[in-house]
């Protein structure tokens, strides 16, 4: 979706606003799309936070809201807006993401002499859990990705095997493997494949021979044609793949092996990073691999390793 077609959201989802606010919220939201050139789920993720405020606002208000209203917002009400979502059950995650999301809108209409408040900024973002990612060790990682026997069989298996292999072995998002098309599937002699990951960032990533030759396989079994502008990954029925397929895939590799909850595919891209950390792969080389804007976002690994390293600590010293 773009801005326009975000704004239609917002209209077509029967909210009523003042229209000066609704060209207002159809100029930042195209801003986003066309110049700080957003992802589709990031815009949507803005448009549904800003959509739910405006909702919210217009029931508090008993009309429909306009810019001035903004203007006299206060820091009492906002935190108002966040208490209801957190009791519509939003996550801390989520409910932070709101109000990052607001901020952008207000400081957008600061900037453009639209309206100005900043009461907003008064209101604390709320205090995210932090997460460490949960990689697999590298034995469970490599069982994961052994296609076995069965891939070099059957078209769905060999598939199914070189689209995690993938996610180990390159750090691809389900979305950026899914996303390749047939003409740039890595071949023998193409050794590093091009990859448009978040925010149409564009990185290269290398990919094993293992990777390589499981793509070729699935290739060479495939009973439906792979034109060059075809997505190489198809379903059971020939059309584009499901990231759901990749889910349940690793949902049958976690009963079969005895894997954790926490065994996703998302966690064979944390795998590939943590691994390499402990091999003694630069921290800065990693962020790029992965495509991370932030090198602080690449930074969490460093704190996945050290825990590891305290854990053999502590089964292996003879004092521990």
């Known amino acids: 979706m773009h801005g326009a077609s975000l704004v239609m959201a917002l209209e077509d989802g029967g909210l009523s606003l003042a229209e000066d606010l609704l060209g207002a919220a159809r100029a930042w939201l195209a801003h986003l799309a066309h ?23 217009r029931g508090e208000l008993g009309h429909a809201p306009g810019l001035a209203d903004l203007s006299r917002l206060d820091a009492k009400r906002i935190r108002a807006f966040m208490a209801a979502r957190r009791r519509a059950g939003l996550a801390g995650r989520s409910l932070a993401r709101s109000l990052s ?13 639209v309206a100005r408040n900043r009461a ?5 973002l709320p205090k995210v859990p932090h997460g460490i990612p949960k990689p697999l060790t590298v034995e469970k990682a490599a069982a994961v990705v052994d296609g076995g026997a069965a891939a070099a069989l059957d078209w769905l298996a060999a598939r199914d095997a070189a689209v ?8 691809l998002r389900i979305s950026e493997a899914l996303s ?15 990859v448009l990951g978040k925010g149409g960032k564009e990185r290269l990533v290398p990919v094993l ?30 059309g584009r793949m499901s990231p759901r397929i990749v ?8 009963e079969a092996l005895g894997l954790p909850d926490t065994a996703t595919p998302h966690a064979l891209r944390h795998s590939f990073a943590t691994h390499l950390l402990s091999a003694g792969a630069d921290l800065r080389q990693i962020q ?27 089964r292996a010293h003879p004092r521990a």
Not at 103 to 109: K, P, V
Not at 120 to 124: D, G, M, T
Not at 180 to 194: C, F, S, Y
């Open 180 to 194: 390749i098309a047939r003409k740039d599937a890595p071949t023998p002699e193409r050794e590093v494949l091009r």
């Open 35 to 57: 110049e700080r050139g957003q992802a589709d789920k990031t815009l949507e993720a803005y448009e549904r936070d800003l959509r739910q405020f405006l909702v919210w606002l």
């Open 120 to 124: 907003i900024l008064q209101v604390a």
């Open 288 to 314: 790029e691999l992965l495509g991370h804007a932030s090198l602080s976002t690449t930074q969490v690994y460093t704190e996945v390793d050290r825990e590891r390293l305290l854990a053999v600590y502590d």
């Open 101 to 113: 999301g607001l901020r952008m809108f207000f400081r957008w209409l600061e900037a453009h002499d």
């Open 247 to 254: 889910q349940l895939v690793m949902q049958r590799m976690r």
């Open 164 to 171: 995690l292999l993938l996610l180990y072995g390159s750090g």
């Open 209 to 238: 021979p293992v990777t390589r030759e499981a793509i070729a396989r699935y290739i060479a079994l495939c009973p439906y044609p792979l034109a060059p502008g075809t997505p190489l990954f198809l379903g059971a029925k020939g």
